[in-house]
């Protein structure tokens, strides 16, 4: 899960600014595969002080507490 592809439904952000400068560069991978994207959060969220998963489908952020 390496490769940013825009395509891809899940974006895996992660940022140590509360306002996000990097634009496209705060995306770490994209993924297809929702478990992929909420396993990459896990793994990452104390890497970042904000960290989230974008469904771009849904156009939303995923809530991992109603996972």
Known sequence: ??????N???WCLGFDQYYPCGGFADIHTTTNSKHEAIKW????KERFDYC???DSEKREYI?????
């Open 63 to 67: 809530d991992r507490d109603k996972e």
């Open 8 to 10: 891809d439904r899940y």
């Open 52 to 54: 989230e998963v974008w």
């Open 41 to 44: 959060y896990e793994e990452e």
């Open 1 to 6: 899960m390496d490769e940013i592809n825009l």
